[in-house]
């Protein structure tokens, strides 16, 4: 099934150019080689397009085939995990650069600040969270950055028809729905993603939150001197 309206730039804009895109997957390989091929394919677009990417740190599962074959393609790598999953998630060598983090807040943060647009592979739970919270930021007007599926094999299909059923039920704007860019093929996604232009509307601007979060620091550090 693919999905996700794409709204063309405007005439005589040019497409998006990503530096660094971060890929949300699992640490494990699943039982269908078809996942652990697209992660491969994922990994050689991504170096003939010269595109850098960010992940989660790991070098087992989808995480180390895609980081391995974009670090033997010669682009950068960029890993970004929490220190207390160091021992889970990396098994012999790593590659590239990892930067260890306190929490899984600080991770997602980290990687969301580093990358142009996010492209999600078949995973569990934590890939899908990532995911969810990368199409929320963007509803919230946090990031205007494209936000990806790669439909492995129909692996979120179900995922998929879940967020109609939220249109359907009066839980999801149509504009909020049309957040997510689908594809089957890692090629066409990056295509889909480049002509990428937000068509919903933004709860409030990415200054508005940093700004929160600022005032919310200092407060805390004034309670602190207190």
């Not at 405007?10 to 971060?22: E, M, S, W």
Request: aromatic share 6%.
């Amino acid at each position: 099934m693919e999905g996700g309206k794409v709204k063309s730039l405007a005439n005589g804009d040019k497409k998006r150019r990503f530096t660094r895109i971060c890929v949300y997957c699992g640490s494990r390989a699943g039982y269908k080689s078809a996942f652990s091929d697209a992660a491969l394919e994922l990994g050689k677009q991504l170096v003939e397009r010269k595109i850098g990417l960010v992940y989660g740190g790991g070098s087992i599962g989808l995480m180390g085939l895609v980081s391995r074959t974009v670090f033997d393609g010669g682009c950068h790598v960029l890993g970004v995990i929490p220190t207390v999953l160091l021992p889970h998630e990396i098994s012999g060598d790593t590659v590239g650069e990892l930067k260890a983090v306190a929490d899984m807040h600080q991770r997602k943060s980290e990687m969301e600040k580093h990358a142009d647009a996010f492209i999600a592979l078949p995973g569990g739970y934590g890939t899908m969270e990532e995911l969810l919270e990368m199409i929320t930021w963007s509803q919230l007007g946090i990031h205007d950055k494209p936000v990806g599926l790669l439909n492995v094999d129909g692996y979120y299909n179900s995922l998929i028809a879940l967020f109609d059923k939220g249109v359907d039920e009066g839980f999801i704007d149509h504009s909020a729905r049309h957040i997510l860019v689908i594809a089957n093929t890692a090629e066409d996604l990056i295509n889909k993603m480049e002509e990428y232009a937000s068509v919903h509307d933004n709860v409030a601007p990415r200054q508005n939150w940093e700004g929160d979060q600022l005032l919310e620091s200092t407060q805390s550090g004034d309670v602190q001197r207190s």
